[in-house]
């Protein structure tokens, strides 16, 4: 079949007529005004020979005058891949030969620069993609445009966006003209533009019926004609809109904010990661007396504020509690909300989102825990470091475990660690500790001062970890040039199959291979599994030539300059403010004690978490012996109630599996997360007043002090990141995983963040300067810009 009526075209046919076809042919079946037309196939693509006479013959049966040419290939208008302006239309084409070429030009434009290279963003097999040709009579229009069902903007699902122009729409999606834009809200709106108010109306009730059939918000493109009647050129899903939150059927918005990022994750969890993390996180939060529901939004794990947000106790201090972990995009964003009259406390509200007995519980723990650590922190250090040990050891299955059956029990039967106030109330005391100085010290120390101060932090195991790769790199010896010249995929097989020569490796991932990147979530491999990133970041470490570019020289440098600061900085205060500044002293010496421990409750927590992913992956082998799951690693795309069906009712979970990971790949693409959403839609973030920038800086917040211009080097993936010394690191996110690049690079700049989070915490640690919730820093940068990153100023400059 070579040419088929557009008519004929449905849903299931996307494979024989493109994702174009197929969506007109839905609208004609669904009885909207969409010029006729007919369909060169895939097929025909597939045989690389135009069926000339049958065109001939459709084209005739049109009659024979001006048509639209139009792309449609098979991987073209879908829900993860729109294609928008990828392919080639070419309009007002008259007459057989012309027909032909247009026709031929489309197929050409599969592989053109741009088309290839939206493939690859997409990871669609180049060789799997076929071209159909969608031809249909012209229509000369009065005003054309484009018809989103939802704000892509804002994400907001109730209002619709209309972008026009008199003419061609073209011109619209082409961006070459100056377009009327309108956001239909269901206001009604007096005539304005090139559209009058029922010209918006009709396209609205237009976008409403779209919706309802094809059930997702629509991207539409239309034309009225000459005589004003609406015709439709195209429809398919907006693919750049993020997921909404579960539907509550609440008359009142909800917000939730995103915790991932605290954790240095903004890629999606797998769903045995987010179903392990939406229990452990709620839990925790439970234990300090906050109730929060985690919720998948996106495969991202976001925190329903909804209930603090209303309650008149815990409104007050929930925009100065985000200080420490979620950061100032966070804080604008719920400053923002309380200010909304929908999210006002009401009658009743004062409990809402609090645990009152769990609060008070805490409350007398944490005043002991933190007097006692902060009267004797080596003390407090010891007693941290044992119960992590303890931890280490407990988290070890039984050796007595055989079958699936055995695993899965041992795992249901898990209680929470004992030890937590061992390991929670020193790490709290030492980030009080380090944040309460600055109020104290306000008008006697700048940020800066009070940076350099925090900087060279001992006790930190992120850093420990960090060293020890250098130590490692450092003694390599004969194999320096085969760690330098062989990529890390490949040196990472041959270590795992033994025929690597011994580079000090196992006592590394011994000691550090229950890490990784995005390590929280259960479903991610640790080092000791994939050790690729930590040959990565050894042939970064081998770049260093300058021995005074070391990061343990770096760290020497960033201790002794932190010791002096707080000498200084001491003296200075007691002249001025001597109540204060004895105080802030006091702090500030504990901080340096006790405040490098943060990275440690993670740190602790991750070696459960590499027991349970080891087991369910032993079980997820059984199931796929079993014929239950296509991989042993497909277990990590369950829950662990989805596995209990498998293991003793053989539930086959396949094609499950299938479709959760084909949302997580498409998932995976996505490169921005809003901080905060609400229940409509809505990307907070997008809503609040632009700030003021000066040409060519970008504000952002300054997380560690210092001034440093360098190259560019931006960083999707860290685990084949190559950075040379002197170049500055750009990343949507860091987390400790990521830590080992910052001894290469010589500035730091983020997209999220907080200023005592992981990545700026260990670059104060290195001496480097960092600057946080940098917007769209890893867009507005490229790779080898010339960039200066002021870490006081909070600003990125860009040569």
């Not at 539907?247 to 605290?262: I, K, Q």
């Not at 730091?748 to 917007?775: D, F, K, N, Q, S």
Request: proline share 6%; hydrophobic share 45%; glycine share 10%.
């Amino acid at each position: 079949m070579h040419v088929i009526a557009l008519s004929e075209a449905t849903a299931d046919m996307v494979d024989l007529v493109g994702g174009k076809a197929a969506g007109l042919g839905e609208l004609i079946r669904r009885g909207e005004r969409v010029p006729e037309g007919f369909c060169v196939t895939a097929e025909a693509h597939r045989l690389g020979v135009i069926p000339q006479a049958e065109i001939v013959a459709a084209y005739e049966r049109l009659g024979a005058g001006p048509v639209a040419v139009r792309s449609s290939a098979t991987a073209e208008d879908l829900p993860e891949a729109s294609f928008a302006g990828q392919q080639d239309t070419v309009l007002n084409v008259t007459g057989i030969p012309d027909l032909i070429a247009a026709i031929r030009k489309c197929w050409e434009s599969l592989h053109t620069v741009r088309a290839t290279a939206y493939r690859d963003a997409r990871q669609i097999d180049h060789q799997a993609v076929r071209m159909a040709v969608v031809v249909q009579r012209m229509v000369a229009p009065s005003v054309a445009g484009v018809l989103f069902t939802a704000n892509p903007l804002t994400g907001r699902r109730d209002e619709m966006a209309v972008d026009a122009a008199p003419g061609l729409g073209t011109t619209v999606v082409d961006g070459a003209v100056t377009v009327d834009h309108y956001v239909l809200d269901g206001v009604t709106r007096a005539d304005a533009g090139c559209l009058t108010s029922a010209h918006l109306a009709e396209l609205r009730a237009t976008g409403e019926r779209l919706q309802g059939h094809f059930g997702c918000p629509q991207d539409v493109e239309w034309a009225f004609d000459g005589d004003g009647v609406l015709w439709l050129l195209q429809s398919r899903p907006i693919t750049s809109l993020f997921p909404l939150p579960p539907e509550t059927g609440e008359p009142l918005p909800r917000v939730y904010l995103e915790f991932g990022h605290v954790q240095g994750m903004l890629q999606p969890v797998t769903p045995m990661g987010m179903s392990t993390l939406q229990s452990h996180i709620a839990a925790m939060l439970a234990s300090l007396g906050v109730r929060v529901e985690i919720v998948d939004i996106g495969g991202r794990l976001y925190g329903d504020l909804t209930e603090l947000a209303r309650s008149r106790s815990s409104r007050k201090r929930l925009v100065k509690l985000m200080a420490v972990d979620f950061g100032p995009r966070a804080q604008a964003v719920m400053q923002h909300v309380l200010a909304d009259p929908r999210f006002a406390p009401t009658k009743g509200s004062t409990e809402r989102g609090a645990a009152p007995g769990a609060a008070v519980r805490t409350a007398g723990r944490a005043v002991v825990g933190i007097l006692r650590a902060l009267a004797r922190p080596d003390a407090a250090r010891i007693r941290m470091f044992q119960a992590i040990e303890e931890m280490r050891v407990r988290s070890a299955a039984p050796a007595d475990l055989r079958t699936a059956a055995d695993r899965l029990r041992f795992l249901q039967a898990r209680d929470s660690e004992d030890g937590a106030d061992a390991i929670m109330w020193p790490i709290v005391t030492g980030m009080l500790a380090a944040a309460l100085p600055a109020s104290l010290l306000k008008g006697v120390a700048s940020p800066d001062e009070i940076h350099t101060v925090l900087g060279g932090m001992p006790h930190n195991v992120t850093i420990e970890m960090n060293l020890a790769l250098w130590r490692l790199a450092q003694g390599a010896g004969e194999h320096r040039q085969l760690l330098l010249d062989t990529p890390p995929d490949e040196l990472a097989t041959r270590y795992l199959r033994g025929t690597l020569p011994d580079v000090g490796m196992d006592g590394f991932l011994d000691a550090y291979g229950h890490r990784g990147v995005a390590e929280v979530d259960l479903g991610v491999p640790r080092w000791a599994e994939d050790p690729a990133p930590v040959f990565a970041a050894i042939a970064n470490y081998l770049r260093v030539t300058d021995p005074q570019q070391g990061p343990d020289q770096r760290f020497q440098r960033a201790a002794a300059a932190a010791e002096a600061a707080l000498e200084e900085l001491v003296r200075r205060a007691r002249r001025r403010r001597p109540v204060r500044g004895t105080i802030a002293g006091f702090l500030l010496r504990r901080a340096r004690s006790l405040a490098g421990l943060r990275e440690a409750g993670k740190f602790a927590g991750l070696y459960p978490l590499r027991e349970t992913r080891r087991q369910l992956l032993l079980i997820g082998a059984d199931l796929h012996g079993a014929g239950l799951l296509e991989q042993p690693d497909d277990i990590m795309f369950l829950t662990l109630d989805e596995v209990h069906a498998a293991v003793h009712q053989s539930t086959d979970h396949r094609v499950t599996v299938a479709a959760r990971r084909a949302v997580h790949r498409r998932e995976l693409r996505r490169r921005a997360v809003p901080v905060a959403l609400l229940s409509d839609g809505t990307d907070v973030e997008t809503v609040l007043p632009a700030a003021p920038a000066l040409e060519g800086t970008i504000v952002g917040v300054g997380a560690s002090a210092g001034r440093v211009t360098g190259p560019a080097r931006v960083v999707d993936d860290p685990a084949t990141a190559h950075i040379e010394p002197g170049e500055i690191l750009v990343a949507a996110t860091t987390d400790p995983g990521w830590t080992p690049l910052f001894l290469t690079a010589s500035a730091l700049i983020t997209e999220t963040g907080a200023v005592m989070a992981h990545g700026p915490t260990v670059a104060r640690e290195y001496g480097i300067p960092a600057v946080i919730c940098v917007p769209d820093a890893t867009r507005t940068i490229s790779t080898g810009q010339l960039v200066t990153v002021d870490g006081g100023a909070g600003t990125v400059t860009v040569h």
